[in-house]
């Protein structure tokens, strides 16, 4: 059945069995991946998912079903399903918003991406290792190489009026080249997430992997002790997409987070300005509106170091009686509505990656962290991660460090946040938003070297 046609007649099936309020939640996802190893196809993935959800409001209580087919019989389903599950819900109920906001007029998907072949996709990344092979003596072999296009289009309605739709689309690329020097082995790594399949170029990627791991060899050890450090924007992009919650007004009214009580304060540096923008060209989380059906807009959370707000949806606003921020969000239209960043990002400023470094006498570049899942406490911003990088002495770089671990305090970090530099570079790989950050400059963590 036609979506229009399968909206309409749920509405008025919902309408007759009782339901004051509905909502109609469309999504649709086309993936394909391909994976490449020593010049051969080593997996292979085009799929499609879609399905929808509904959520109605029945005698007061908000009850959820959802199908993946769009026929009579699911409608039947859906509102079933809806009515028996509001019954037995007993948290306060949720609203559903009236849809007569004004909406940006953005548009995020890229018709030309969708053009590009799959064979054309694959005889790039089997050019790219190819490159990564033949860059240096010393690679070993490509770890992996894989290419990867999604594209997604949503849509929303419900009975008061609301009316929605959009869609978003991305590539990316991601390389791992192993080197090998004696008996010494390191992997250098190279992402690339663009819109514009042509602007990908297979010599820049293969460089970046290998020179990345050529790096990390002879490795040395270095006094164990607090040290100024850079962290690099991978690193810090991976650290804030840790600690990313603690923003949302849902971990705030649970106690889950450090930041209860402290709008208005100064919780960072004053070089750190955190902002949420869902309307990034690039960003693979952009949209004009969130799973509620709530506006989108830039919103600024840390302003020069103090805390301005946090992302509220329409549950956690209503409680915090404020508006909420457009930040209601559905991991799938099987799931329920949390709180989630678009693409949340540190502000970049002026400084150069080299010119943070090279102000130092001593110091180390944090390039990568690991153990980000185990070492790191969301509530109380402590952490202990294993992490890699070099040594600076002078301004310069000495060389790489052997693995490292590094255990301070997130919003300490945060507040210790002496330069901000201008190479803002957003991490694909994060769950929780699409999360960036450029390099930092920060006065002081203990670092331990293996």
Known sequence: MELVKFRDQLFIEGEKLGFSDIELYYEKSS??????????????????????????????????AYTEKLDEDSIKFLLENAKENAQLIEDDPEELFAGN?????????????????????????KDVEKKVLAYDPRVDQVDFAVIQDESSEKALFNNKGLALSDQNNFLFVAVSALVKEGEEIKNGMCIKLTKDFTSLNADEIAKT???????????????????????????VASLLAVFAPSFSAEAVQKGQSLLKGKLGETIASDKVTLLDDPFL??????????????PTKKLTVVEN???????????????????????????????TVGVTPSNFYIEPAESSYEQLYSSLEEGIIITE???????????????SLMAYGYYVKEGKIEGATNLMTIAGNFFEVLRDVEEVGSDLKFSPMGGYGYIGSPSLKIKSIAVTVD
């Open 31 to 64: 993936n394909f991946s391909c994976q490449i190893f020593k010049g051969e196809i080593d997996g292979y993935e085009s799929s499609t998912v879609g399905g929808v959800s509904v959520r109605g409001l029945y005698n007061g209580k908000m009850g959820y």
């Open 101 to 125: 906001a004004k909406y940006e007029e953005v548009n995020f998907f890229s018709p030309a991406l969708t053009e590009v072949s799959a064979e054309d996709k694959i005889a790039f990344l």
């Open 209 to 235: 992997a290998v020179e990345e791991a050529l790096s990390y060899l002879g490795g040395k050890t270095y006094p164990n002790k607090k040290y100024p450090v850079i962290l690099k924007n991978t690193a």
């Open 281 to 294: 060209p690039e960003g693979i989380k952009s949209s004009t509106f969130d799973s509620e059906g709530v």
């Open 305 to 335: 170091g103090k805390l301005n707000s946090y992302f509220y949806n329409l549950k956690t606003a209503k409680k915090d009686g404020v508006e909420s921020t457009g930040h209601g969000y559905k991991s799938s239209y099987k799931g």
């Open 369 to 383: 962290l690991a153990g980000l899942h185990s070492g790191a406490n969301q509530i109380s911003g402590d952490f």
